[in-house]
């Protein structure tokens, strides 16, 4: 019986990670914000991620809007929204920072900056011949860390 009834509540909208996994992998990791649309803003101008999936619970009073690049297949972020939340997140002392690769760490904090965000490290590479890399803030103050992927850029 327990099987029928789960069978009859099966909606594949919920099922965006796949339903025939045989191995663990990483899903996404979730942040909150306190302005959605400012943060799909940053994360789909700035970085160039699509957002993949946006839920709105009304009668819970919140939202998950799902961002990625490429589908779930290369991780994604989780942007949870708490709609009667009015006081900035505290980020605690155990959260570090987002890391994002992208091709040319000078050219994305450019565009990144034109779009309001904070930069506390700007490119620098930590030893000679390593690859550039920054820090830059998201509209809720989230810290990203871009590592240069591409060496000719």
Avoid: C
């Avoid at 025939?20 to 992998?25: I, L, S």
């Avoid at 959605?36 to 699509?50: D, H, L, V």
Wanted: aromatic share 14%.
């Amino acid at each position: 019986m327990a099987d029928d009834v789960a069978e009859k509540e099966f909606n594949p909208a919920y099922w965006s990670w796949g339903q025939d996994a045989t191995a663990p992998r990483s899903l996404f990791t979730m942040i909150r914000t306190l302005d959605p649309e400012a943060s799909i803003r940053f994360y789909t101008e700035g970085f160039g991620m699509k957002v993949l999936e946006r839920h709105d619970f009304e009668s819970a009073r919140f939202s998950l809007i799902f961002l990625g690049f490429d589908g779930y297949g290369s991780g994604a972020i989780e942007l949870t929204y708490n709609w009667d939340q009015t006081e900035p997140y505290t980020h605690g002392s155990g959260f570090g920072h987002l890391g994002m690769g992208v091709p040319d760490v000078h050219a994305a904090v450019a565009k990144l900056e034109a779009l309001g965000a904070k930069v506390p490290t700007r490119p620098k590479q930590m030893v000679a011949g390593a690859p550039f890399m920054a820090f830059v803030q998201d509209p809720d103050g989230y810290r990203i860390e871009l590592i240069q992927t591409n060496r000719n850029s």
